[in-house]
């Protein structure tokens, strides 16, 4: 069984501060790791994804999540946000045992505050 | 968002009617899923398919049936609607071959709110 869990429901920031949404996964076998992003009144976007190789993954819009496999977790972070990054942020877990199915954690809210 | 289409968009129904939700692809994608998302709860899987005519529950199936009888459309029905099917449906599908394109991406979603 695979299982995430996202740490913070909510984070409130101020236009170009650092944001960190941290991201706990669960499961018994090898595992890959997606982070998506929903805008208001929209679908699903891929943000970035870790499947194997370097642990630093880079994405879209200047993201970036850290795979730590010791502490099971999967942050991900930016280094200065922007008023239209203020959306709901999902982290999600697969594995090649399950037919892919992708386990989501109930997502973070990120408002950004000029 | 790799060709997937979701009809219709918006729907509200009576509690007890039924109706079918189509997703389709324009490419050859093996895998589908029906996704349903919740305040608070994420996106919690409903049915998957991994080739024309194979269906699999996921999470949370029941209230719900499925068919795949063409590779490029999955359809999920609601035989009886409920207020607690009352939620965003969301279809994905999955690009395989290289590992490094191994991803679901996602339809645009349905709004469906039963009364």
């Known amino acids: 069984a695979q299982s995430v869990t996202q740490l913070d429901s909510q984070v409130p920031v101020f236009e170009e501060a650092p944001v960190e949404l941290r991201c706990n996964y669960s499961?018994?076998?090898?595992?890959?790791l997606f982070w998506y992003v929903q805008y208001p009144n929209q679908g699903l976007q891929l943000l970035l994804k870790y499947l194997s190789g370097s642990t630093l993954v880079k994405g879209i819009n200047g993201f970036e999540a850290e795979f730590n496999k010791s502490q099971t977790s999967f942050h991900l972070r930016k280094p200065s946000v922007h008023i239209s990054d203020t959306a709901e942020y999902f982290c999600?877990?697969?594995?090649?045992?399950?037919?892919?199915?992708?386990?989501f954690g109930a997502g973070t809210t990120v408002t950004v505050r000029a | 968002n790799a060709g997937v289409t979701q009809t219709p968009k918006f729907r509200v129904l009576k509690t007890g009617q039924s109706m079918t939700l189509l997703c389709a692809q324009d490419?050859?994608?093996?895998?589908m899923y029906w996704y349903r998302q919740d305040p608070g709860m994420g996106l919690r899987l409903i049915h998957y398919?991994?080739?024309?005519?194979?269906?699999a529950k996921g999470e949370v199936p029941d209230g719900y049936n499925v068919s795949r009888l063409k590779k490029q459309n999955f359809l999920l029905g609601l035989e009886s609607a409920a207020p607690s099917q009352t939620s965003v449906y969301f279809c994905a599908v999955r690009l395989a071959g290289a590992q490094s394109t191994d991803t679901q991406y996602f339809g645009p979603g349905t709004r469906l709110t039963v009364l």
């Open positions: 999600a877990v697969s594995s090649s045992g399950n037919d892919y199915k992708l386990s």
């Open positions: 490419m050859n994608h093996e895998y």
């Open positions: 499961s018994s076998v090898s595992v890959y």
């Open positions: 398919s991994v080739g024309e005519g194979t269906t």
